[in-house]
């Protein structure tokens, strides 16, 4: 039997992204997103925000770190990844991040800073006629 390991979110960035690069050249970006579940319970309005540690490497991890800051609404598609490691005084400590593979970014758009309005990008824009 087949089996996949996918996990889709949409969340709020709770940092901007930090970038370094690996000895051979390559991304890699780390941010946190934190999602929010709401919901009423005996009347009263209740919520749970949980964070989400991202690591989105190669060109992803390049436009993420490029185009993601704090507070911005992101869709996230990626795989659940446990790191698993002994601390100083011996004791087993694992965690969990989500290793994305897509990155679309979600909200408003940004206001340009000169009030020019945003000219979209095309295939074209370099043809002569």
């Not at 970006?29 to 005996?42: G, M, P, Q």
Request: aromatic letters at 8%; proline letters at 4%.
């Amino acid at each position: 039997m087949a089996s996949r390991n996918l996990v889709i979110l949409i969340g709020n960035l709770g940092r901007g992204p930090e970038v370094r690069y690996t000895p051979n050249g390559t991304a890699v970006a780390n941010f946190t997103i934190a999602t929010t579940d709401t919901w009423t319970k005996d009347g009263e309005k209740q919520s749970h925000t949980e964070w989400h540690r991202i690591v989105a490497w190669g060109k992803l991890g390049e436009i993420c770190g490029e185009y993601l800051t704090k507070g911005k609404q992101v869709y996230i598609e990626g795989r659940i990844r446990t790191n698993e490691w002994e601390d100083q005084d011996g004791n087993k400590r694992e965690s969990k991040e989500i290793v994305a593979f897509v990155m679309q970014m979600l909200g408003q758009k940004e206001k340009r800073q000169d009030n020019k309005p945003e000219k979209p990008a095309s295939d074209t824009d370099d043809l002569p006629f």
